[in-house]
């Protein structure tokens, strides 16, 4: 599957150019058409995907936690969902 590229006008270059821009540093591609001309606006240093990851707080397993409660809720759950099919 690809994505079909529509370049846009030099007016709505201009008046979206920061969205275009951010959406070019996300790796998308942005070609805006001027005077016939195609320009395709990509970054000159690459970041990498790795770079952009956004960090989630997740609970270790073994940590000390009293789990005993939320298994058997968890437990409770599952019979409930169970019995009903």
């Known amino acids: 599957m690809y994505a079909m590229i529509m370049p846009v006008n030099i007016t709505k270059f201009r008046r979206e150019l920061f969205q275009l821009a951010d959406q ?4 998308e591609p942005v070609e805006f058409i001027h005077k016939g ?5 990509v970054p ?6 790795l770079s952009r ?5 997740v609970t ?4 000390d936690l009293d789990t005993t409660a939320l298994l058997k809720e ?3 759950e599952w019979q409930k969902d169970w019995s009903e099919i």
Not at 44 to 49: E, L, M, N, Q, S
Not at 53 to 57: S, V, W, Y
């Open 53 to 57: 990851l956004t960090r989630e707080t």
């Open 44 to 49: 000159a240093t690459r970041t990498p995907k």
């Open 24 to 27: 070019a540093l996300k790796g």
């Open 74 to 76: 968890m437990e409770a």
């Open 60 to 63: 270790a397993p073994g940590a």
């Open 37 to 41: 001309v195609i320009f395709k606006v």
